[in-house]
């Protein structure tokens, strides 16, 4: 009789950090989707970032909560310090009742390791602290404290020996306090600096809302959008996205931590005053570095004059860093995108609704966008996020008739192609005549032309990653989409977009845990998005984990009851039956 070896286990010395939200499931009997949106939005701008950046994984997630493994103590109580401030200060304005707030554990010990979890004593105790913490707090264990209490600078009250719950000896508990003005940038400061590119940066802030009527923030948005447009036209400038910057909004901010976290040298910031037919911008520009006022000025005028105002600002803006300047890159040829300012109105409020990515707000768009299009049939920017507002139904199933939404897109993306010849324009168009049309090659061409016209402008690289990937070229799409979370890098929303794109991409290379990751990442940061459901089902599924695929198509079936779907934009055969393959798989669907 041969006798059998023993399984070897592995096992290594590792930081646990254990972590849920406080009260769940009261916030999600009073508000299950906002509650959900509220936990991925925080999710994606506070913990993701803070894990990763201090070398640590997320084991597993429990809905509610997750559990992460650091290679030290010190990286782990960084880390919960830093999402910790940071949910407090996303939330600071919320009502107590509807606030989430995280309760935190972390301990150090030996643990076993298996492919997708962590177990072991240790691991329960960081369990155990977790439950005994404070919504928005943090306990640690007596080996934590050893390890890190003189690398990390924080106050700790002692909370004696507890005895938690299924651990058979009392644990040592002391409790981190959350006191942040007491705590260095150590957090988020130099260490996640970005490096500055290799030419003038800068970022646009969103604008304070002067006119005193909550309803015109709409108005003052749409002008930062402007602004930041006028100043992606300019080769010489590295321009931050829009939403990267607007997740700034409605916070004090410090001008010199922005510059770092966005990677920038420049900082514009201002205000916009509307009043009946009147229209004052104000702004100011700041050395992101020393925090020296470079400019400050005022423009004033009718409503009738906006575009010119919008073009001033960015003129004097760029004419203060010292690019030099090609007047066509920056005046928009003297031509205004419509004469018709109501038109122009009803484009900035679809473009607030359809920011969303819900299907409920790009229907409520694109009313608004066949609104100033009536009024406007050759509007540019109007046609093309009607375009685009298509593309994100077609792609989610949320319509009645594929077909009809198809035509519609198609059409939309060839009137822009013929009206403008703005680049940000033509790269919307192009992506838009790549997921309805046949003619990759065309809408390649496009794309790649108006990114040399216009290389900051970040969702053109995201489009221009999506389209290689209908094409079947994961690797140039990744490399195209890593180029837009630089761009954005604090972006949720096109940084989603950039996320799945690159989830895809790897899953086509057969790199699954690469893939796995962010898939996962692109789903806390917009999980209403059906594709992102189908890939990462499609992905377990390859990597045999069909429990966690059926899973994931049972969430997608919450969405919209098309699972598997036509695929047709998908023009490379091989990966296209490779990811519908493991879908179906998923879906429990015969061949």
């Not at 010190?74 to 009502?95: H, L, N, P, Y």
């Not at 304070?208 to 959008?225: C, H, I, K, L, T």
């Not at 004090?252 to 922005?258: F, L, N, P, S, Y």
């Not at 390859?542 to 079936?557: C, F, P, Q, T, W």
Request: aromatic fraction near 8%; charge should be negative; include cysteine.
């Amino acid at each position: 009789m041969v006798q059998e070896r023993p399984v070897r286990v592995e096992r290594r010395l590792s930081a646990i950090l254990a972590a849920d939200v406080a009260g769940y499931s009261r916030l999600m009997h009073g508000d299950e989707e906002g509650t959900h949106a509220k936990l991925a939005a925080l999710l994606a701008d506070a913990v993701d970032p803070a894990i990763a950046e201090h070398r640590g994984r997320i084991v597993k997630s429990t809905g509610d909560g997750f559990l992460a493994e650091f290679p030290s103590a010190v990286e782990a109580v960084r880390a919960a310090m830093q999402f910790q401030v940071r949910i407090k200060e996303i939330t600071s304005g919320e009502a107590e009742d509807k606030r989430i707030a995280f309760r935190v554990g972390v301990n150090i010990g030996d643990v076993i390791i298996e492919a997708h979890d962590i177990f072991g004593d240790d691991v329960n105790i960081a369990a155990r602290l977790e439950s005994i913490a404070e919504p928005g707090g943090i306990c640690i264990s007596q080996a934590v404290l050893n390890h890190s209490r003189d690398k990390v600078p924080f106050n700790v009250e002692d909370a004696g020996e507890q005895t938690l719950k299924n651990i058979a000896r009392p644990v040592h508990v002391y409790r981190i306090t959350i006191d942040p003005g007491g705590w260095p940038a150590t957090s988020k400061g130099e260490v996640s600096a970005l490096a500055l590119p290799d030419k003038p940066s800068i970022a646009v802030l969103p604008f304070q809302n002067m006119s005193g009527d909550p309803e015109q923030e709409y108005f003052a948005d749409g002008m930062v959008e402007e602004i930041i447009t006028t100043l992606s036209r300019v080769r010489q400038l590295f321009v931050i996205a829009r939403n990267s910057s607007f997740t700034y909004k409605g916070r004090a901010v410090d001008i010199k931590q922005v510059g770092r976290e966005l990677g920038v040298r420049y900082v514009l910031e201002g205000s916009v005053r509307k009043s009946a037919n009147r229209v004052r911008i104000t702004g100011q520009l700041i050395n992101a570095a020393t925090g020296a006022h470079l400019w400050a000025d005022h423009f004033d005028g009718a409503l009738d004059d906006i575009f010119d105002l919008q073009d001033r600002v960015a003129v004097e803006v760029c004419g203060i860093i010292g690019t030099a300047l090609e007047a066509a890159e920056q005046r928009r040829s003297l031509r205004k995108p419509t004469d018709d300012l109501t038109a122009y109105d009803l484009y900035l409020r679809a473009l607030a609704e359809a920011q969303s990515w819900e299907k409920v707000r790009i229907l409520r768009a694109l009313d608004l966008l066949k609104q100033a299009l009536d009024r406007d049939p050759n509007y540019g920017p109007a046609l093309a996020l009607a375009a685009t507002c298509h593309a994100n139904l077609y792609v989610n199933n949320w319509t009645d008739d594929l077909e009809l939404t198809r035509r519609e897109g198609f059409d939309l993306a060839r009137r822009v192609l013929l009206i403008v010849d703005d680049p940000s324009l033509v790269a919307r168009g192009a992506y838009a005549l790549a997921q309805f049309g046949d003619d990759l090659a065309t809408a390649t061409t496009l794309i790649d032309r108006a990114l040399h016209l216009n290389p900051s402008f970040a969702y053109g690289w995201i489009w221009s990653g999506w389209v290689r990937l209908f094409a079947g070229k994961p690797e140039l799409a990744i490399e195209h989409f890593k180029t837009a979370i630089r761009l954005s890098p604090r972006e949720g929303t096109a940084g989603a977009g950039a996320h799945v794109g690159i989830g895809i991409g790897h899953l086509f290379a057969r790199r699954f845990e690469e893939a796995e990751a962010m898939l996962l990442l692109a789903l806390r940061e917009r999980p209403s998005w059906a594709p992102t459901y189908r890939f990462l089902a499609s992905c377990y599924a390859h990597m045999g984990r069909l429990d966690e695929a059926r899973s994931i198509v049972k969430r997608l079936r919450d969405i919209t009851p098309v699972v598997v779907p036509g695929a047709t934009h998908w023009r490379d055969p091989g990966y296209r039956e490779f990811y519908l393959q493991g879908l179906r798989l998923a879906a429990d669907q015969p061949e």
